[in-house]
């Protein structure tokens, strides 16, 4: 380990060293560092005077059991080449969600290649993620546009829309007011909201559109939020028939929301799935994230747990009381009727596990069946999904 690194609050030229080393580490520029500069937490680590690693941190709620949970949502790590093999990106995390959590968050998100790594520091995918691919001809024979009207641009009354869509799943970022501007900017998005005449706004999409080589242009779909069947059906109608020059339509990696309204409705299913790293959950206070979240209001339950961290001696015991909506989780010498690792309890918490054979499989402990249904039942009313990049 070296002792010679300090690990401080980027200013603006730390910042300009932290982007270059990301695009050597990386091969390729990293867009965030710039568009986020004042939005986001960045810090870096200092070594002979030189920036060998950095990060951004953003502190945003997310919504779990349709409550904001406060979270550290970090992106654009990075470690310079010469200096990796120390164990730095640990050192590098810790004291990026070292602020974060001293404003409140209690649980963090990330997106990663470095699965197995993010894994040992105790995230745990709580889902899988995938981009899709279609051929534009599949779109336009398969859905019906229904009398919709397109209008071009993003309202107020859209991104309200957004919202109360994004709250009945587990994981959606409660979006700050500049993240739409963010992400068009990045993305060079264009929006279009749909709606039947004369009602208010029923859904909407952002694309971008990039040229090919030689011919035709590629369609990106980054936002995807329908409020019905039929509105859904209209924007794929819409994109099926939105540029004669573009093949295939591409949904960005969680775009869609986890129901299969491509399956049930493709003519013929001539879709590409392509499986990309996943969002990985950790949870950083437990007892804030346990009270914060939100809980069916139907169920009064309590259930001894333990959680076992890896290279710890014995699991954490705890009580779980969940109660009219309200929960608390407290320490007790009682033994655990279901034993979770650090990783495991966070795929719960976030409703990963769909039912005891899910949880079984991946390696929950339950001494009785009855304990563990009930537990899952907690959390299994809403199902994961990160539509947000970041």
Not at 268 to 293: C, E, F, K, N, S
């Amino acid at each position: 380990m070296d002792d010679d690194i300090s690990f401080i609050e980027a200013d603006d030229g730390l910042i300009a060293e932290y982007d270059a080393m990301a695009e050597r580490s990386y091969g390729h520029t990293i867009g965030d560092i710039a568009h986020l500069r004042g939005r986001a937490d960045i810090r870096v680590a200092i070594r002979a005077g030189n920036v060998v690693a950095g990060g951004l941190g953003l502190l945003v709620p997310q919504f779990f059991g349709g409550a904001p949970v406060p979270s550290a949502c970090l992106a654009a790590g990075s470690v310079a080449p010469e200096a990796r093999g120390g164990r730095l990106s640990e050192r590098m995390v810790a004291e990026r969600l070292r602020p974060l959590r001293a404003q409140g968050a209690v649980i963090s998100t990330i997106s990663t290649v470095s699965n197995g790594y993010a894994r040992r520091m105790g995230w745990q995918a709580p889902v899988s993620v995938f981009s899709w691919t279609m051929r534009t001809d599949e779109l336009k024979r398969s859905f019906a546009a229904g009398g919709f009207r397109i209008e071009h641009g993003l309202t107020k009354d859209a991104l309200d829309l957004q919202q109360e869509l994004a709250r009945p799943w587990n994981g959606p970022v409660r979006r700050p007011n500049w993240w739409s501007a963010w992400k068009a900017a990045k993305d060079r998005l264009t929006t279009y909201r749909f709606n039947q005449p004369d009602q208010p706004t029923a859904g909407w999409l952002s694309l971008s559109t990039n040229r090919r080589d030689q011919h035709g242009v590629d369609l990106t779909v980054h936002d995807f939020w329908a409020s019905n069947e039929d509105c859904a059906a209209a924007m794929l109608a819409f994109l099926g028939r939105h540029d004669s020059r573009a093949e295939t339509i591409r949904f960005r990696r969680g775009t869609l929301p986890p129901y299969p309204v491509l399956l049930h409705n493709l003519h013929r299913h001539r879709v590409t799935a392509d499986a990309w790293h996943p969002w990985m959950l950790r949870v950083l206070d437990l007892q804030g994230a346990i009270r914060l979240r939100g809980w069916p209001a139907d169920i009064d339950v309590e259930i001894p747990v333990e959680i076992a961290t890896a290279g710890s001696t014995a699991p954490r015991r705890y009580l779980l009381r969940i109660c009219a909506g309200s929960a608390d989780i407290t320490p007790t010498r009682d033994q655990g009727h279901v034993t979770f690792t650090d990783g495991q309890f966070a795929a719960w918490y976030a409703g990963g596990y769909r039912s005891p054979a899910a949880a079984r499989l991946s390696g929950v402990r339950a001494r009785t069946g009855d304990s563990l249904v009930a537990l899952l039942r907690l959390t299994a009313d809403a199902e994961p999904w990160l539509p947000d990049h970041f």
